[in-house]
């Protein structure tokens, strides 16, 4: 069975970084798009779309409140993905989840067909 396992969260101050990772159980993941998606605990809306890549990692889309500041990557030899976040802010702060599927969009969290665990990220001073 295909899975992602995500890790790399943690609480930092805000003007920090973290570099989240994602790695797949196998090479299908080349075959996929690959987002990161954020969840707000208690918060009853859908995930929020925060960063994306093709499947050959030539095109990539974020979230317009965190370009300039996170850089989504992948390595497909290595089954893996990244999410380097930069200056990070409070409202940064969240579940973020690894997500892969075959639909190029950062709006629909329905077009994704698996996904990680998550892994917390809190920034606060």
């Known amino acids: 069975q295909f899975t992602l396992v995500d890790s790399g969260g943690g609480s930092v101050q805000p003007g920090g970084s973290l570099r989240l990772s994602c790695v797949a159980s196998?090479?299908?993941?080349?075959?996929?798009?690959i987002a990161w998606f954020r969840e707000i605990p208690g918060n009853t809306g859908p995930r929020k779309g925060v960063a994306l890549i093709s499947m050959s990692g030539g095109s990539t889309d974020y979230l317009d409140s965190v370009k300039g500041r996170f850089t989504i990557s992948r390595d497909n030899a290595n089954n893996a993905a990244y999410l380097q976040m930069n200056d990070l802010k409070p409202e940064d702060s969240g579940i973020y989840y690894c997500?892969?599927?075959?639909?190029?969009?950062?709006?629909?969290?329905?077009?994704?067909?698996?996904w990680g665990q998550g892994t917390q990220v809190t920034v606060s001073s």
């Open positions: 997500a892969v599927g075959s639909s190029y969009t950062l709006h629909s969290p329905m077009a994704y067909d698996y």
């Open positions: 196998d090479s299908t993941l080349v075959h996929y798009v």
